[in-house]
């Protein structure tokens, strides 16, 4: 047992790194194994979805404890962190792979493939998502939420509490941010 | 990429593009073209910005979260397969994974290259975020100074070639101390000598400035024989440690709720008192079979108030609560109040009224056990009195009986009726187990139409293993002892060992026996152990048994004896020769003492002694030894007897080992027969004999035949002694020899490499044998004219043969005709030197011969 899922959020709230990270950890963990139990029980496809995956994460944890409930977005944005972060960790193994560090990375991600998605240009866009939480920490936010975590627009608006159309005109302006912090090209 | 936007800038740009973004694409110019002047600068960024919104981009495929989704189950599917057993990380196998958390998986592992045969757990630290990383190194700077046998050693760390990083701790097989303590029901007593050695390693971590601050059961484990280990110091915490950022800062830490002290509750600084208080939880909950507060620790707000403010329960209120499993069985005038005292100082809520090291815990606790005043109790004359009359038990008790006559005398009586009644019982079950036992083998009930004694003790086996015998651990104790003893009468070792290993922990686990049961028992296990290669539970056996043998008097003198030659064949075993003669001759004399000049005893060790004089070729007195002893059976049993046989074995051996091949054949071939005949043709002393027939065979240039007797003898090893045990491996490594005389070297160094493997299960990497191992090897790789695999495996054993000058010289020459293969004559001349040098201090005998090549050999 470690603390409380409250308590790490208050000190996370007045920045204790330190309740951050174990926050953070707790949620990757839990998200690991929320997703391992969906494919174990419906076989090889994945047919959670993504956001379904994130709101289960934010359930197992955070419970009935109300505080937890009332800061949901607080959690949502680590919970959409921790996806981001597996998704590049998972990049980078790849890319392990590919340069040929170790042939047991080959197997380990045997069947996990990048979906045609070019992986450097995945972590491009995560070297510009880190540039735009710099200048704009909100709109980086909303991209992790929808991007990596997969929330549609109007779960992030309710969320936030705007209004559908505002979070898609946010979206437009994150993405135009993004798109001219990325190396030329089309991504 | 053009300029990145400053976050100063683009505070600047956001509105403008958000008021952009509101308008349809064909007014978007005009409003740029508007823009006030102090903006007007910004127009080329606006312009670049909305021309992106159009660009196709990676962003809007959903695909990606779908793929965090999906990478997410597969790690986890992928730690839970592990790299798996039989991969490599940083040179050491992983054998199987023991169980994983959040970040990483915890593998039972084995050096490659072993160069320690050592079993290690190797802790990898998989995919996870920077707080675990910075926790697990801190791991490593706090582990690394810690060396002390009550807590798990790290041994290594590193980064696998993945770059995850991994440390590698001493490998602890046990349980957790609770459940130890439960599985065996252990007494009180033995509980809190658990506890003292939890409190020995917390102290010496203390000294090295570690608290541990995560006490609690599976952090505590517990080897079947009773050693206790300390582990995961994950959290712990350097006390002079001022870069500490993340994890010792106040506030939120890592904890265990039911065993956390208040100030952790509260956020406060940890300190040694926090162990202290964690340690009295341990302890409260190891001998009251439960927590010592009424709430439930999985309600955090009212268990943090409990540990807060709530007296603990005292020991005899929580062990009426508690599962009676848990808690520790414990004599009638146990001294509960001694230790609610000690306990509760433990868990004082202030830390600074808690006991200020574990030095003083452990004084106290120490003091409980040997029913001496504590200093935790308010020392009262009261007290003193009663603590007086506990030490004092008997004198006290029979004053009582003066004061209060018949009425305490009656108490006493009860307690030995009882006493005689719990023995009665016990010998009643042992008969009843031996009727079943029988009554199993009746023909009525049961086809087997013969009744062996080997069937009888399996099926005894087989009844203590379904236990029949009940929950007596003593009973169980004295079977599996009566057992074990049988199968060593028949020199079935392999059968022996375990029953006697279960022997003793059953005793250990029931609360010890009596040093006249315990002593005999620990020997006979020594030597099943030793005989089936357990060596390093031998030797520990045998150190035990040196504690007691004092106490035995006369009868102790006997086990001595017995115990002394195990200890030879354990040195033996090690190529330690003139060690274990040593031991030997020590035995020697004290059997000559206590029995007589031509006692069997006497004869019966000089077989050994003469075993020893042989191995360091001392071979006049060998074979005098050999004779005495040979005389003194034959008088006392005739010339058919097992013994007279081994020992005609053992003359003929010698004959050989001495060159006398004459006269080595027949008698070799005459003792053969007559111990198979009379030992059994699969029996261990026939094997034997069959390695030294083949050896024969072997310089008689019968390899075909040797390999045979070999293989054969091999075969019956396995059986008797274990497979991979050291006699079947010493029949491999023969054979291999064999292999080289007849010039199959490639068959030879294969069969070398798969000793290797088995002795490396057997004896320490670094031990003599090895080495000795590694010249033979060498030996076959230069029969195949691998020079480079050759003088790498000498140079290897050469350090470890520095006392074996045989050996060493063999070495030298080897490395010399390594060098010569190579026609380096520098080199070789060297080599030349230094074997010439070895050779003649190991064979004076030659050396006038050695000193003529010497002088041919000078340029």
């Known amino acids: ?187 | 990429m053009d300029t990145p936007l400053s976050p100063a800038l683009w505070r600047r740009l956001r509105p403008l593009l958000d008021a952009a973004q509101e308008l349809p694409a064909e007014a978007q110019a005009q409003f740029l073209a508007g823009l006030a002047p102090e903006q007007a600068e910004l127009r080329p960024l606006l312009e670049r910005l909305l021309h992106r919104a159009r660009q196709p981009h990676l962003l809007d495929t959903p695909i990606v979260a779908e793929l965090a989704a999906r990478a997410a189950a597969e790690h986890e599917q992928r730690v839970e397969a592990g790299p798996r057993s039989g991969d490599c990380v940083a040179g050491y196998r992983l054998i199987e994974a023991l169980g994983s958390g959040g970040m990483g998986v915890v593998y039972r592992a084995g050096r490659v290259d072993a160069d320690f045969a050592q079993t290690v757990a190797l802790k990898l630290l998989r995919d996870a975020g920077p707080g675990a990383r910075a926790r697990f190194e801190r791991e490593r700077r706090i582990l690394a100074p810690l060396r002390h046998p009550n807590i798990a050693q790290l041994i290594d760390a590193g980064h696998s070639e993945q770059g995850e990083p991994f440390l590698v701790l001493e490998f602890v097989e046990g349980q957790p101390l609770t459940d130890y303590a439960r599985a065996r029901a252990l007494p009180l007593e033995r509980r809190l000598r658990l506890l003292l050695a939890v409190a020995a390693a917390l102290a010496y971590a203390h000294r090295h400035l570690v608290i541990h601050r995560d006490l609690k059961p599976s952090n505590v484990l517990v080897s079947g024989d009773g050693h206790v280990k300390l582990l995961d110091f994950g959290i712990a915490k350097l006390l002079a440690d001022d870069d500490a950022p993340l994890l010792t800062r106040q506030g939120v830490g890592p904890m265990t709720p039911e065993y956390a002290a208040p100030e952790q509750f509260r956020g406060e600084p940890v300190s040694v008192a926090t162990d202290v208080y964690q340690f009295g939880v341990l302890a409260f909950v190891l001998v009251a079979g439960r927590l010592p507060y009424a709430g439930d620790p999985r309600e955090p707000l009212a268990w943090a108030r409990a540990v807060s403010e709530d007296e603990p329960l005292t020991l005899n209120a929580a062990r009426r609560r508690s599962d009676t499993a848990a808690a520790a069985p414990a004599p009638r005038r146990a001294p509960w109040r001694d230790l609610d005292a000690v306990l509760r100082k433990a868990m004082a809520k202030r830390a600074d009224d808690r006991y200020a090291s574990m030095d003083a815990l452990a004084a106290d606790l120490l003091a409980v056990l040997e029913s001496r005043p504590v200093g935790a109790r308010r020392a009262g004359l009261g007290y003193h009195a009663l603590r007086f009359a506990q030490r004092h038990r008997v004198p006290v008790a029979i004053a009582a009986v003066a004061a209060l006559g018949l009425l305490a005398f009656a108490a006493l009586a009860l307690q030995a009726a009882q006493d005689a009644r719990r023995e009665a019982q016990r010998a009643n079950a042992t008969i009843s187990f031996l009727e079943r036992l029988f009554d199993a083998a009746d023909p009525g009930s049961n086809r087997s139409d013969k009744l062996t004694a080997a069937t009888l003790l399996e099926r005894g086996r087989r009844m203590l293993d379904a236990d029949d015998a009940g929950a007596d651990l003593l009973l169980r104790a004295r079977l599996h002892g009566v057992i074990g003893k049988i199968h060593l009468a028949t020199n079935d070792w392999a059968q022996a060992f375990p029953q006697l290993e279960r022997a003793i922990a059953d005793y250990d686990a029931g609360g010890g026996a009596a040093p006249a049961v315990l002593a005999p028992l620990l020997e006979r296990a020594a030597w099943a152990a030793q005989r089936t290669s357990h060596s390093v539970q031998a030797r520990a056996w045998l150190e035990r048994l040196d504690v007691l043998l004092p106490a035995l008097g006369a009868e102790g003198e006997d086990i001595a004896i017995d115990a002394w030659l195990t200890r030879a064949l354990l040195l033996r075993d090690d190529r330690n020769y003139s060690a274990g003669l040593a031991q030997a001759e020590r035995a020697l004399a004290l059997a000559r003492r206590r029995h007589g000049e031509d006692s069997l005893r006497a004869a019966f060790v000089l077989g050994r002694v003469q075993n020893l004089q042989a191995l360091l070729r001392r071979y006049d007195e060998a074979e005098a030894s050999l004779r005495r002893a040979r005389a003194i059976y034959a008088a006392h049993y005739g010339e058919d007897h097992i013994q007279v046989v081994t020992l005609d074995a053992q003359l003929a051996t010698q004959l050989l080992s001495r060159g006398r091949l004459a006269q080595a054949r027949p008698a070799l071939e005459d003792s053969a027969r007559r111990l198979r005949a009379i030992a059994g043709e699969r029996s261990y002393a026939y094997a034997n004999h069959l390695l030294e027939l083949a050896k024969l065979d072997s310089r008689d240039g019968l390899h075909a035949r040797a390999l045979e007797r070999l293989a054969l003898a091999a075969d019956i090893f396995a059986e008797t002694a274990g497979a991979a045990s050291m006699p079947q491996t010493m029949a491999l490594w023969t054979a291999a020899g064999v292999e080289l005389a007849a010039g199959d070297a490639a068959a030879a160094r294969a069969r070398l490499e798969r000793v290797r493997e088995q002795l490396l299960a057997l004896v320490a990497a670094d031990s003599r044998v090895i080495a000795e191992l590694g010249v033979d090897i060498a030996a076959a790789e230069l029969a195949q004219a691998h020079e480079a695999e050759a003088a790498a495996a000498l140079d290897r054993a050469l350090p470890a043969l520095e006392a074996e000058p045989a050996s060493r010289a063999l070495a030298l020459g080897l490395r010399l005709r390594g060098e010569l293969a190579q026609r380096r004559g520098e080199a070789a001349a060297s080599w030349f030197a230094r074997a010439l040098a070895a050779a003649e201090s190991s064979f004076p005998a030659d050396a006038a011969e050695l000193s003529a090549y010497r002088r041919a050999a000078r340029p």
């Open chain 1, 1 to 187: 047992m470690r603390p409380e899922i409250t308590t790490l959020l208050d000190a996370c709230r007045q920045g204790e790194a330190s309740a951050r990270d174990l926050l953070f950890e707790r949620i990757y963990t839990e998200l690991k194994r929320i997703a391992r139990g969906t494919l174990r029980r419906s076989g090889p496809q994945l047919t959670i979805s993504p956001s379904t995956l994130v709101h289960e994460v934010f359930l197992r944890l955070a419970g009935r404890d109300e505080a937890a409930l009332a800061d949901s977005r607080h959690f949502y944005s680590l919970i959409a962190a921790a996806m981001r972060q597996i998704v590049i960790d998972l990049g980078r193994r790849l890319a392990t792979a590919k340069h040929g560090a170790g042939l047991r990375r080959v197997e380990m991600t045997d069947g996990l493939e990048l979906g045609g998605v070019a992986l450097e240009a995945l972590l491009e866009l995560d070297q510009a998502l880190k540039h735009l939480q710099d200048c704009d920490a909100e709109l980086a936010e909303l991209v992790e939420w929808h991007f990596f975590a997969g929330l549609s627009f109007a779960e992030i608006g309710s969320l936030r509490g705007v209004t559908e159309r505002t979070v898609r005109r946010h979206w437009e302006t994150a993405r135009i941010f993004l798109c001219d912090a990325l190396p030329a090209g089309p991504g």
